[in-house]
């Protein structure tokens, strides 16, 4: 008798397995795609690191009243800052010099224009709201000269502000070097309070910064290269006969100054370090400004891991890796050998001040931490002057780097006279 009944098939249905396969294939596509565009997006955050950036308008002009000489902003968190500001315009004003708040709403704030708007002037409504106060060195009314600094790339432009001192006193001088994305008009408004204390100052410019020649690649290497240029300044300062150089660095200045303490064969004339809102841990930097951005964690990672590699150096532009363990000082705290100030406010909103109290902690003995609040990014002298700049003599008379001369001399570099409206007096310290 035939068995009617037929074996069970050994393994799924063709339909079935067909199907799987095509999910797999739809599935490994969907992750090759979103890899590729998580790579592209990667690629564009870690050209925009190290590109030079261009001033973008971050500020509403809603008002001008020529009249009162007040100007109405968009509300920010820096608008709202007291203190004394800048704002780059369009049209017809240029660079205003901005007062104190006089009133704000949910909207808006306005303020005191400390520059004169005639009536009738065209005012661009776009704006970018600005720390630098001071655009010219003109503007000091103090003497100086136009120097170049030659260094590895070509001549790097500077201003030379003499100490106001006798030949006999001490030539101690102050390099001042500026941030990512601006100029070394940065740097003018500590002109004043170090020629005050008998110390010259320097002014310098660094390759890819819109003043000073471009390199190859024409990138940001985030302090690992322009630092150079800053040591080609401190063998200008030597020929001119500087004894002791004191390195002050604004925002990526300070990540350049600590480079040239770190690495320059000038290490026994350098004196000290002053650190205004500085970079000392670029990691720290980059993450924080990525979250800030909304950036997912899988993007950041392969940015800085696309910025650190060698084989990825085409795409980024950089003409080299960039060296983050070497920038990283607060690993390399153990390297130090000179005293640091460091002034920084813990809402910087730009570079976090993490990395500055983790080098107080490893280096008690060597870094004091002036930490301000309200502050923000590199606008410290704006929003209080006074203890700005009582932080800066102190300690420069506290390790001998300044003459012996009246605490209370005007440092303003416009007759003496100053604006403090609002400053904190009892920030955090």
Known sequence: MVDSRRAAPSGPPPGLLGGVRAAVAILSAAVAA??????????????RV??????????????????????TLSRTDDTVLPGRYGLFTAGDTGYLKL???????????????????PPGAGVAPDAAFSGWYYERPEELH???SSELIGSGVGPCP??????????????????????RGTTRSECLRAVPVFRALGITSLVVSYRNDGEAPRSRTGTYALGATEW???DAAVGFARRRGAQRIILMGWSMGGAIALQVSLNSPHRQVISGLILESPVIDWRIVLNYQ?????????????????????????LTRTGGPIPFDQLDVVARAGELRHPILILHSDDDGFVPSDASHDLVVARPDLVELIVFDVARHTKLWNYDQERWSTAIRTWLGRHGLSLDV??????????????LSGGSSDAGS
Do not use: C, N, Y
């Open 142 to 144: 103090l003497p100086f």
């Open 50 to 71: 190290v590109t030079p950036a261009v001033r973008v308008a971050d500020t509403r002009i809603l008002a001008v009243d020529p009249v009162a000489q007040t100007i």
């Open 406 to 419: 009246d605490a209370s001399r005007p440092d303003d570099g416009e007759g003496g006279t100053s604006e």
């Open 228 to 230: 150079r240029d800053v």
């Open 158 to 179: 500077a201003w030379l502000f003499p100490a106001d001192t006798s030949d006999e006193a001490p030539e101690t001088w102050v390099i001042q070097i500026h941030g």
């Open 290 to 314: 990525a979250k800030m951005m909304g950036l997912p964690a899988p993007v950041t990672g392969l940015a800085l891991g696309a910025l650190a590699s060698e084989w990825t150096t085409p």
């Open 34 to 47: 979103a890899v590729g565009v998580l790579g592209v997006v990667s690629v564009r955050v870690a050209r």
């Open 99 to 117: 007062g104190s708040v006089l009133d704000e709403d949910a909207l808006g704030v306005k303020r005191k224009l400390l520059t004169h708007v």
